[in-house]
């Protein structure tokens, strides 16, 4: 089993930038593809950026790409996002998830952390 903890979430004004951080538990991080995905009040979960379990491999939703960087050390067990240029709509929760191949769907992934709240003020 693995146990995800995000952290790293915050309020910043539109333009600004902040890094998640999602800490993995269990010796086999570095043999499992992780993501990020995000949802705001009222809306669905939807899709963010994922990485290959190497880190060889990334991919971005289209709203994200350009400003947000997905990146991971599979020696400390830790996936980041480096996020950019925030804008308001970016506002949700964040959570990070897990699963043995990286994929746009969440149904895709086994284990989610708990969340971190962004909140982005114009």
């Known amino acids: 089993q693995v146990q995800l903890v995000e952290s790293g979430g915050g309020l910043v004004q539109a333009g600004g930038s902040l890094r998640l951080s999602c800490a993995a538990s269990?010796?086999?991080?570095?043999?499992?593809?992780m993501a990020w995905f995000r949802q705001a009040p009222g809306m669905e979960r939807e899709f963010v950026a994922y990485i290959s379990s190497g880190g060889l491999i990334t991919y971005y939703a289209d709203s994200v790409k350009g400003r947000f960087t997905i990146s991971r050390d599979n020696a400390k067990n830790t996936v980041y996002l480096q996020m950019h240029n925030l804008k308001p709509e970016d506002t949700a929760v964040y959570y990070c998830?897990?699963?043995?191949?990286?994929?746009?769907?969440?149904?895709?992934?086994?284990?989610w952390g708990q969340g971190t709240q962004v909140t982005v003020s114009s």
């Open positions: 998830a897990s699963g043995k191949r990286g994929s746009a769907y969440g149904i895709e992934y086994d284990y």
């Open positions: 269990g010796p086999t991080f570095s043999n499992i593809a």
